[in-house]
């Protein structure tokens, strides 16, 4: 499969980002754990390079701790300040705000110095469906913003105080316009950075099977109940998943499509445990 999607208004949404990372000090850059690499968007990189970055290791509820730890020392490796936060809960927003304000230090104790009291402004940027608006209105402790468990929620510009001197810009969730590495693209539709309407359920849904039968096959043995041995094909486990759901049409042919959406929100809702894709 080959997977591309770059709608309209997700160009509209860098060109909003590049003129609005002007009014900015910080950047706030939200990831999801479950596949933190495929979340780095190159069109990023240009949009406040000298600005100070703040990664929110985001969904760290969905992977094991021995995964985050991993993935958390592999940031650092590079230099990056991290955090890590579960943004449907408000215990993490004191770990954002001192990260936050760690990378805005010196701006804070220049205005200090001049006796100034200066309210800072970060924007808030990642991928569609990393829960950027939910972990700001984790971090207001109201929802100020629009959120939704669906990428391309969060269209306008929305400023939000988070704290008595910081201000976040929510922006949209904004993919690339040509993806490369097409096992990241897979990675971000398996999460549901991508609608499944674009790539196509059914197929994608193979391809999910295929790679967890590469990596962690006994997720899909305990949560369906099948077998799998080293010859079996992807097709043979989507139809063991559908048998094994009773998911089969009259006729007795199997329902791939009953059997791709409770696959894929099996994953996507932590039924099958907790999955790290990188």
């Not at 990642?126 to 984790?138: D, E």
């Not at 305990?222 to 077998?227: A, D, E, Q, T, V």
Request: charged residues 30%.
């Amino acid at each position: 499969m080959h997977i591309q999607w770059y709608p309209g208004h997700m160009t509209k949404a860098i060109r909003r980002m590049e003129e609005d990372v002007k009014l900015v000090d910080a950047i706030i850059y939200v990831l999801d754990s479950r596949a933190y690499k495929a979340c780095f968007n190159p069109s990023f990189e240009k949009i406040g390079a000298n600005k100070p970055r703040l990664y929110v290791l985001n969904k760290v509820d969905t992977i094991e701790t021995s995964d985050m730890d991993r993935i958390v020392a592999d940031l650092k490796s590079e230099g990056k300040v991290v955090v890590t936060t579960n943004s449907t809960t408000s215990r993490f927003a004191r770990d954002v705000i001192v990260g936050l304000t760690t990378i805005l230090q010196d701006k804070i104790e220049h205005f200090k110095a001049k006796g100034l009291r200066k309210t800072l402004r970060a924007m808030v940027i990642g991928v569609p469906n990393t829960g950027k608006s939910t972990l700001i209105n984790s971090l207001c402790g109201s929802k100020r913003t629009i959120t939704g468990n669906r990428p391309g929620v969060t269209r306008g510009k929305q400023w939000v105080s988070v704290s008595e001197y910081i201000d976040v810009l929510d922006t949209p969730g904004t993919l690339w316009p040509s993806f490369e590495n097409q096992e990241y693209a897979k990675h971000l539709a398996y999460i549901g950075c991508i609608k499944d309407d674009v790539v196509g359920k059914e197929e994608l849904c193979l391809e999910f099977i295929k790679d967890m039968m590469a990596s962690r096959p006994d997720i899909l043995e305990n949560r369906y109940n099948i077998s799998i041995s080293a010859d079996s094909l992807p097709i043979e486990i989507y139809e063991s998943i559908a048998k094994s759901r009773g998911f089969i049409l009259k006729g007795g042919d199997y329902d791939y499509d009953r059997t791709a959406t409770a696959v894929l929100d099996d994953f996507r809702k932590q039924r099958m445990g907790k999955v790290a894709l990188e």
